[in-house]
């Protein structure tokens, strides 16, 4: 399946998405914003459509956006029709709330004659005691039968092109629910973790679900769900597939996690290192820093290119082998040739 280009499931990568924080009724920080979000590496940005009143701004935000937009609609089905004129090729819906297959039926018929893809999906958090009852309050399934509530009527009408997600803010339900989806569907799969919270927690939760998603191989697009820029988010979601090993985007950063035999402080020596290496340079390289030059070189032998502290400045080693030494006042002189090297070697 594609979005504007854009190939999703069917052995695609998996794809890193987020969502817009500004409100559309200010457009120049929407632009912004999915700016910065395509500068991270997000591939696909969803945008809350609360109102009719915003539709003018969103269709405006649909023009000028370079990245591929999904509009968020709740309850209004003419909502989902404007974001479909406008030119949004995604539309995530909640076909339960549009009350009335009439309405559905409409936003059907525009989203084929214009190709959009629809997501739908489930939130742990709105599930109602019907379904849980129906499941005999195993939340997970009752994800599931509220993705199959929310599926059946599209099928129906024999729409197919579908995403579909079941979220929750428990990792268990999250997991079960997307699992059985999985197993069952031939749809690609929206995967994350709800209301993850925020900081050093808020990333964990997310990446451990979506780990654990991913390591059973379900799941073809993800949001890492954080009370944070949404840059934050694509950056953490790129990590996570970077530490699985599926994609790798800019430079992977090894380092060590210091003790007394260090030589430098490898904290600040990894702040200089990204000032030389923005997130997009050195694409699939790895490069390690480390405190010392006793049992650096050895720790990071994989890397492309290292760094460790010496008594009188740094050494630069490669797969684990010197190339060189200089004193720290020459450090980032000394790295950028260094990579270039590489980079240039490469080519
Ligand atoms: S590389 Fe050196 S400083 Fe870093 S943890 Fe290993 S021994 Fe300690």
Redesign the pocket.
């Known amino acids: 399946m594609t979005i504007n280009g854009l190939k999703i499931g069917g052995g695609a990568p998996v794809r890193v998405e987020s969502m817009l924080k500004s409100r559309l009724t200010d457009l120049a920080a929407c632009v912004g914003e999915t700016e910065r979000l395509r500068d991270a590496g997000c591939e696909l940005a969803r945008v809350a459509l609360p109102d009719s009143a915003l539709a003018p701004a969103f269709a405006s935000l649909v023009r000028e956006s370079r990245l591929t937009l999904m509009a968020d609609i709740h309850f209004d089905h003419r909502l989902a029709l404007a974001a479909i004129e406008a030119g949004c090729p995604s539309v995530r819906i909640n076909p339960g709330n549009m009350s009335g297959a009439a309405r559905l039926a409409d936003v059907v018929a525009a989203a084929k004659e214009r190709g959009v893809v629809i997501r739908i999906g489930a939130n742990g958090g709105s599930l109602g005691n019907s379904q849980l009852e129906r499941c005999g309050g195993d939340r997970g399934a009752a994800l599931v039968l509220a993705v199959e509530e929310q599926l059946r009527p599209l099928l129906d009408m024999d729409f197919t092109r579908i995403i579909i997600s079941a979220k929750s803010s428990s990792i268990a339900e999250t997991v079960r629910a997307n699992a059985i989806l999985a197993g069952r569907y031939p749809f690609p799969l929206h995967i994350g973790v709800t209301e993850a919270g925020n900081g050093n927690s808020g990333v964990v939760k997310g990446a451990a679900g979506i780990s654990m998603m991913l390591a059973q191989g379900i799941g073809d697009t993800l949001r890492v769900s954080l009370t944070a820029p949404g840059e934050e988010e694509v950056e953490t979601g790129y990590n996570i597939l970077k530490a699985l090993g599926l994609r790798s985007r800019g430079w992977e950063l090894v380092s060590?996690?210091?003790?007394?035999?260090?030589?430098v402080e490898?904290a600040e020596l990894v702040e200089r290192l990204k000032k030389i290496l923005p997130p997009s340079a050195a694409s699939g390289l790895t490069v390690a820093v480390?405190?010392?030059e006793?049992?650096?070189p050895k720790?990071a032998a994989g890397a492309d290119l290292g760094v460790?502290?010496c008594p009188d400045g740094f050494i630069v080693f490669k797969k684990g082998a010197f190339l060189c030494r200089g004193s720290m006042d020459v450090f980032e002189e000394i790295v950028r040739r260094e990579i270039n090297s590489i980079l240039n070697h490469k080519k």
């Open positions: 060590c996690p210091t003790c007394g035999r260090r030589r490898v480390m405190g010392c006793v049992n650096g720790e460790a502290g």
